[in-house]
T-cell receptor, first 113, second 114 residues
Framework: GENVEQHPSTLSVQEGDSAVIKCTYSDSASNYFPWYKQELGKRPQLIID?????GEKKDQRIAVTLNKTAKHFSLHITETQPEDSAVYFC????????????FGQGTELSVKP | KAGVTQTPRYLIKTRGQQVTLSCSPISGHRSVSWYQQTPGQGLQFLFEYFSETQRNKGNFPGRFSGRQFSNSRSEMNVSTLELGDSALYLCASSLGQGWDNEQFFGPGTRLTVL
């Protein structure tokens, strides 16, 4: 069945450093890849997404890259700040109707001041 | 616009009981999906409803069921509760029919089964 693997499960960086989280998906028909941030005790919120017709997308300090051939996609956060500390989830879906959103296991990012 | 709301926020039940959780989507959103979140398994898809029809279901036993009403509000039911059903249950709503629409999550219902 469809599966998304996410690494690392925990990541600790110093403020100002970059953080990279990687995901691999199994369903080659997947064409939409969102990333969600969940702060402690709060609901997940979409921070960035990418569609399969695009290789990279940036939004200020965050960027996502997609390698369809290798079925990999990654989240890059530059100039990390303490408020970036949260659990980040990647997800993949075929999009359209009848599909489902498959989430990775999550990465707990800790940014130390 | 008000966000996605879920009631109740916390529930404590005992094994064998059943429970009903409610989700009110953002006004105008017709798609509602449900997820189970646990520390060991992450976010797992339960089912998705659009216009009162279940369009997809995850790999959960038949004890987990749901429905959607004409006003897009959704409920999920878990019968014959087991200890392993303890989790945070999240619902999410989206505007369009496809999965490539942003999912807006509710605050969740924390279910504890004793």
């Amino acid at each position: 069945g469809e599966n998304v693997e996410q690494h690392p499960s925990t990541l600790s960086v110093q403020e100002g450093d970059s953080a990279v989280i990687k995901c691999t998906y199994s369903d080659s028909a997947s064409n939409y890849f969102p990333w969600y941030k969940q702060e402690l005790g709060k609901r997940p919120q979409l921070i960035i997404d990418i569609r399969s017709n695009v290789g990279e997308k940036k939004d200020q300090r965050i960027a996502v890259t997609l390698n369809k051939t290798a079925k990999h996609f990654s989240l890059h956060i530059t100039e990390t700040q303490p408020e970036d500390s949260a659990v980040y989830f990647c997800a993949a879906t075929r999009g359209g109707q009848g599909g489902k959103l498959i989430f990775g296991q999550g990465t707990e990012l800790s940014v130390k001041p | 616009k008000a966000g996605v709301t879920q009631t109740p926020r916390y529930l404590i039940k005992t094994r064998g009981q059943q429970v009903t959780l409610s989700c009110s989507p953002i006004s105008g959103h017709r798609s509602v999906s449900w997820y189970q979140q646990t520390p060991g398994q992450g976010l797992q898809f339960l089912f998705e409803y659009f216009s009162e029809t279940q369009r997809n279901k995850g790999n959960f036993p038949g004890r987990f069921s749901g429905r959607q009403f004409s006003n897009s509000r959704s409920e999920m039911n878990v019968s014959t509760l087991e200890l392993g059903d303890s989790a945070l249950y999240l619902c999410a709503s989206s505007l369009g029919q496809g999965w490539d629409n942003e999912q807006f999550f509710g605050p969740g219902t924390r279910l504890t089964v004793l």
